[in-house]
């Protein structure tokens, strides 16, 4: 599993937010939409899909704030 937010790759983020309810909406080109509720509110989140390279540090923090999930839930 990653450590901290680096080294996140794509199938890391799908199965960690399909873990915590999020359900893949659509996808558009190299982007993956998954739509689940969060602080009782619904939440969209985009995900690049790059193949097996890993997301970058602005991206990743972009996909937790997205979420809506604590960061500290994102790092267990």
Known sequence: ?????FNWKFRDVD???K????HLHHSKGGHYFYYGHSQNELRMVCVPFHGSK???????????????????????
């Open 19 to 22: 873990s915590h309810g999020f």
């Open 15 to 17: 199965k960690f937010l």
């Open 1 to 5: 599993m990653p450590r901290g937010v």
């Open 54 to 76: 890993s997301i970058g540090l602005k991206t990743m923090k972009g996909i937790i704030s997205q979420s809506g999930l604590s960061k500290e839930e994102w790092l267990k």
